[in-house]
């Protein structure tokens, strides 16, 4: 096989989804799918930390954890899948925005009674930023859930995406009978009983069959109307709009019962994208060159959080990496020998010691490391569109000894380099402002400064909105704006400029006087030297 067979083996994606849609229980049926697992249960136990906000030690073993299952690799059908993980709490949602910066395609979880919900909303729109792929999943039929038009309607509102129904649910709740398959016309019948049986459920060949009709009993005409009505006024697939961002297959089932999963996962790799060209300074890189690249897209801390060790998980965009290679941490300038990246096949402990385009590795990091990094086997190139977004919520961060001020700015900077946070550094004030989308996050920045850089250290309200990260084509707008402003901007922690709104009538009042200065609610790492 030549390099271009594996790339397009690979299929590389997140789940998105509200807390509690069900992202676990699916996560944990995929990979008993792909036998990545043998056991139900074996993710969920992972989770069983998430009530225990408040105990930090807990929390750093499950982020130790973490570091092991934050990529989850397994083989179904001819494809080599690569499921990202995003993190639990709802918290920590930075990484999760992200992380959705590495994949190539997504599958979005719905609570079928709630539908669409904000977190869900907020993911979306960062998937549109990459005009990321997205089938979705509507769960737990095996409750009471919307009617099914009303649905495809719901979010075909609520997030602009045209839906196309792959299958089709037959009742819900108490109810539930099976789904429909559109395409081949089958009805997978559902026995709550059956569960994760390898089996597989009953099936029953055509819509119009006495079968179908002694199933679907009384509800038999009403459903075949309405499934008649679908396939006729609704869209139809088409796969030019599927990967462009535009259409999403949408697929009905249960995931705690394990049913209408395997339908999803059928077709994903089927028509799921595999690695994509990835945009850097010098232009577009194929998955399918010859020579290494990748970009970091997240670091972690390692299971030992007083050594300092950190994984920076790298996505890799070309070539093929190999054990003991020669990288170019193309920031600093430098070559470095990888001897001992770590690569991720869940269920298989041995080391793997090949990856390609799509595949993630973690790379030992003790500092040198940063986000948004690009490693080579040489090229001077740097990736685009590893965001910063703006934080939604500020405090203002001080020691409680101020002798260990030097450790608190040290630990800032590492803890912000590695993406746990934000620092701005107000221009008119020696205030240190911490900016976080989630407020749990600014727990674990005091805790990770307390134990890893010995600086206790309290939080005070910080009284802004949000930030937007401000330039200017014309530097003597951008130098007045600069002047006139100064008590509401500060440098974040790579040195670029920030306006700090106190509401957003105050930043549209701004927005609207500077017309010729840009507001932006993301920023790109920098990447190059
Ligand atoms: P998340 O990762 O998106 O936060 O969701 P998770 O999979 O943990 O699911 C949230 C809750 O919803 C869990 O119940 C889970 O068992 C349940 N759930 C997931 N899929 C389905 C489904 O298809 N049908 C039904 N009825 N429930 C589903 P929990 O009580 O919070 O946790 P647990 O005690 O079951 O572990």
Redesign the pocket.
């Known amino acids: 096989m030549d390099i271009q067979d594996f790339v397009d083996r690979r299929r590389t994606f997140a789940i998105i989804?509200?807390?509690?849609?069900?992202?676990?229980?699916?996560?944990?049926k995929l990979l008993l799918l792909g036998n990545a697992i043998q056991l139900a249960g074996t993710v969920?136990a992972r989770?069983s930390g998430r009530h225990a906000k408040s105990d930090w030690m807990a929390m750093e073993k499950e982020r130790g954890i973490s570091v092991t299952t934050s990529v989850m690799q397994f083989n179904y059908e001819d494809c080599v899948v690569n499921l990202l993980d995003t993190p639990?709490h709802e918290d920590f949602s930075e990484d999760t925005y992200r992380t959705l910066t590495a994949v190539d395609s997504a599958v979005m979880?719905i609570d079928g009674a709630k539908g669409v919900e904000p977190r869900t909303r907020r993911l979306l729109e960062i998937c549109r930023m990459r005009d990321t792929p997205i089938i979705t999943f509507v769960?737990?039929?095996?409750?009471e859930s919307m009617d099914p038009l009303t649905m495809l309607e719901h979010i075909e509102d609520e997030l602009q995406i045209e839906c196309v129904a792959a299958t089709w649910p037959l009742g819900s709740g108490r109810s539930l009978k099976g789904i429909y398959r559109m395409d081949s016309d089958e009805l997978v019948v559902y026995d709550r009983s059956a569960g994760n049986s390898d089996s597989g459920p009953r099936t029953i060949a055509g819509l119009h069959s006495a079968e179908a009709q002694e199933l679907l009993n009384s509800d038999y005409e009403a459903t075949v109307e309405t499934i008649e009505l679908v396939r006729d006024a609704g869209h139809s697939f088409e796969s030019k709009e599927y990967l462009a961002g535009r259409q999403s297959l949408v697929y009905f089932?249960?995931?705690?019962?394990n049913?209408g999963v395997v339908d999803l996962l059928d077709r994903f790799v089927e028509i799921a994208p595999g690695p994509q060209a990835r945009d850097t300074n010098l232009g577009n890189v194929s998955p399918y060159e010859e020579k290494l690249s990748g970009f970091v897209f997240k670091i972690q801390a390692n299971m030992i959080p007083k050594h300092r060790d950190r994984i920076a998980f790298m996505r890799i965009c070309s070539g093929k990496y190999t054990k003991g290679m020669r990288m170019r941490h193309v920031r600093l300038g430098r070559d470095i020998k990888i001897s001992d990246a770590v690569t991720f096949m869940a269920g298989d402990r041995t080391q793997v010691d090949v990856a390609y385009a799509g595949d993630i590795i973690g790379l030992h990091n003790h500092g040198t490391i940063r986000i948004g990094d690009t490693f080579t086997e040489g090229q001077d190139i740097a990736f685009r569109g590893i965001p910063n977004f703006a934080p939604e919520i500020f405090r203002r961060v001080r020691v409680r000894d101020p002798i260990h001020s030097k450790r608190l700015k040290n630990g800032m900077q590492q803890l912000a380099e590695e993406g746990a946070t934000q620092v701005f550094a107000p221009l008119s004030s020696q205030d240190m402002v911490v900016g976080a989308v989630g407020s749990l996050q600014f727990d674990l920045v005091a805790f990770r400064l307390r134990e890893e850089y010995g600086a206790d250290c309290a939080y005070d309200p910080y009284p802004i909105h949000t930030v937007r990260w401000v330039s200017a084509d014309d530097p003597t707008i951008l130098e007045e704006f600069r002047s006139r402003l100064r008590s509401q901007l500060a440098l974040d922690g790579d040195n670029q400029l920030a306006f700090l709104a106190t509401s957003r009538h105050n930043l549209r009042l701004i927005e609207d006087k500077w017309p010729d200065v840009r507001f932006s609610s993301t920023r790109e790492h920098a990447s190059v030297a």
Do not use: Y
Request: aromatic content about 4%; glycine content about 12%; overall charge positive.
């Open positions: 989804s509200h807390p509690d849609a069900g992202k676990t229980t699916i996560t944990e969920k989770k639990g979880v769960n737990k039929l095996d409750r089932g249960t995931a705690l019962q049913f």
